[in-house]
């Protein structure tokens, strides 16, 4: 039973930072499970205009604000605003979570943990296992940096090589050569695609309203690989409605959002947030959205 929300002089806000925000399933989440742990807490979006950040960011000290995520364009420019950013975010370069203690800021990156906990629930192990990202921006870092640290041997793909190329060359030298990492162009998918166990989409491909398009082609896919796409709008996109098609384990994009917001709540608070009653509320949403949206074409 969730109990009813009621707002005081006492509430503790914590919020989201980015622009756009309108679109953010993260209010939804969260205020989901402060209601249902019964903590006189609320979560907020705002949407922050780029020379803006730095006051929003301050703003969080200011007016005691305990906790924030950040969102997209911010991820990276944030960090220089804050009092201490964790070692893994500073590697990826990106932070999605801030938490505030007694005035002093601190920089955090869920995604790649999320990432890393969503595959662990399909693989018992991660040695000798080789996965292929599509995808060079900001979430396949996050995931790079994931894979890599629990020793997956990792390659990279992307529209623009040259920026994958940059990145993994980057992460050998932060690893220092942990684990196999390297690039192949999107033309040689095709010949290369049987040596891995692990698939990811980390690009926008196949997502609202393009639902048609997939990264790679499905015709290639194999039973045996794990295939997760970060798309989370629509809830199933055609590359993991065709990898269940052929009976490969899948991580839908939606998990993924939902498994960051859980880690940066349990960040932020110290207590385990109601996780799979997140992830339902979540998809639920998305549900409800993807049939709207069929109503009315
Ligand atoms: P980003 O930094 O802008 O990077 C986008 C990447 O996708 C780049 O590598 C880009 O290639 C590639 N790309 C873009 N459009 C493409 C196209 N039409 N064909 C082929 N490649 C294309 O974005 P991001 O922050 O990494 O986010 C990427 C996607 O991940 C988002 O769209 C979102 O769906 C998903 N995401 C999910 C979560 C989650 O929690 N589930 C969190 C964050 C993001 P170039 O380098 O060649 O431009």
Redesign the pocket.
């Known amino acids: 039973m969730v109990k009813k929300h009621v707002l005081n002089a006492e509430t503790e806000l914590y919020c989201l930072i980015g622009k756009p925000v309108s679109h953010s399933l993260s209010p939804l989440m969260h205020n989901y499970a402060f209601r249902k742990l019964g903590l006189n807490a609320v979560y907020l979006a705002f949407k922050v205009n780029e020379e803006k950040l730095q006051e929003a960011v301050d703003g969080l000290k200011a007016l005691n604000i305990k906790g924030a995520n950040v969102?997209?364009p911010y991820?990276t420019s944030v960090i220089k605003y804050l009092d201490s950013v964790e070692e893994t975010a500073r590697r990826i370069g990106a932070v999605?979570t801030i938490k505030n203690s007694d005035g002093v800021l601190s920089g955090y990156n869920t995604?790649w943990s999320?990432?890393v906990e969503l595959l662990k629930e399909k693989l018992n192990t991660f040695r000798g296992v080789n996965a292929l990202i599509?995808?060079?921006?900001?979430?396949?870092?996050?995931i790079l940096y994931g894979l890599i640290e629990n020793g997956v041997n990792v390659t990279v793909t992307?529209?623009?090589?040259d920026?994958?190329e940059a990145m993994v060359n980057e992460f050998k030298t932060i690893f220092k050569n942990k684990t196999e990492c390297n690039t192949i162009p999107?033309t040689d998918i095709k010949k290369e695609i049987s040596r891995f166990n692990i698939i990811i989409?980390?690009?926008?491909?196949?997502?609202t309203p393009?639902i048609n398009?997939t990264?790679v082609n499905p015709d290639y896919l194999t039973s045996k690989m794990i295939v997760f796409d970060?798309?989370?709008?629509p809830l199933e996109t055609l590359l993991i409605k065709k990898a269940k098609r052929i009976g490969c384990p899948v991580i839908e994009?939606?998990?993924?959002?939902?498994?960051?917001g859980v880690l940066a709540f349990k960040i932020w608070t110290g207590i385990q947030p109601p996780a799979k009653d997140m992830e339902r509320i979540v998809y639920l949403k998305l549900k409800a959205e993807a049939s709207q949206i069929n109503k009315s074409v």
Not at 158 to 161: A, H, I, K
Not at 201 to 207: D, L, Q, R, W
């Open positions: 969102t997209i991820k999605n995604d999320a990432a599509i995808g060079a921006g900001g979430v396949a870092r996050a992307n529209r623009n090589l920026k994958a999107l989409n980390a690009t926008p491909v196949g997502m393009n398009e990264p970060t798309v989370y709008n994009g939606y998990r993924m959002l939902v498994k960051q």
